[in-house]
């Protein structure tokens, strides 16, 4: 039990739990109390609540947007610590994805036949922004609705009505640019986690001095 509290208000600090999936989320100490039990929480004030395990307690106040959440002293790592856990989480993430893709991803993708459906009902597809930002985002293609580019055009376009897990009712549509394969969602995953780690360790290199 500190005599002192580890942290001041005011002081910046940096959350492990955030780290450790791959973010460097830095906040603002906006208040301090001392238990019964005589430990030290450290508030801070978020607009989205991180993982976590050393939760106190926390409400929410709608008319700011702010959580403020309570935290113990070993939820934070300084700035250098962090980046230190980013990288080597990123890294971890660069080879679980070519692990996956690994023996499904070597032989090229067939492509659409122009003028045709590029899914079918049933397959396995995945959302293309949330790929080109570092994440598969699964869903499964529950019905194809064809449409007109423009009314009376003989031309038309695919959309999808998709499936995720973890949602009571289907109903999302996507247009066919939106969607995107296994293989090709991967390698979009695999550019997003490779810059965010070269840029983690020049940030690294520049504040800490090790690369």
């Known amino acids: 039990m500190a005599a002192k509290p580890e942290y001041n208000v005011g002081d910046i600090v940096y959350l492990e739990s955030s780290a450790a999936i791959g973010r460097l989320d830095a906040f603002k100490i906006s208040g301090i109390k001392q238990t019964q ?23 929410y106040d709608g008319r700011t947007n702010e959580c403020p959440i309570h935290y113990t002293a070993e939820a934070f790592v300084t700035h250098c610590e962090a980046l230190d856990i ?16 690994a023996g499904t991803c070597e032989e090229p993708e067939t492509p659409a ?34 449409r007109p580019i423009q009314p009376g055009s003989p031309r038309f376009r695919y959309s ?4 995720f897990q973890g949602m009571p009712k289907p109903g999302l549509e996507f247009r066919e640019s939106e969607l995107t394969t296994f293989c090709d969602a991967g390698d979009k995953i695999l550019v997003a986690l490779n810059q965010q780690l070269v840029d983690a360790i020049a940030t690294r290199q520049q504040i800490c001095g090790t690369g």
């Open 37 to 59: 039990q005589g430990r030290w929480v450290f508030r801070i004030d978020i607009h989205k609540k991180p993982p976590h395990q050393q939760l106190i307690g926390d409400s």
């Open 86 to 101: 980013m990288v080597d989480q990123l890294g971890r993430q660069v080879q679980h994805v070519e692990q996956q893709m």
């Open 113 to 146: 036949v122009l003028g045709d459906s590029k899914f079918s009902i049933g397959d396995r597809i995945f959302i293309d922004v949330s790929a080109r930002i570092g994440f598969f985002e699964p869903a499964v293609v529950l019905e194809i609705l064809v």
């Open 160 to 163: 999808y009505r998709l499936s």
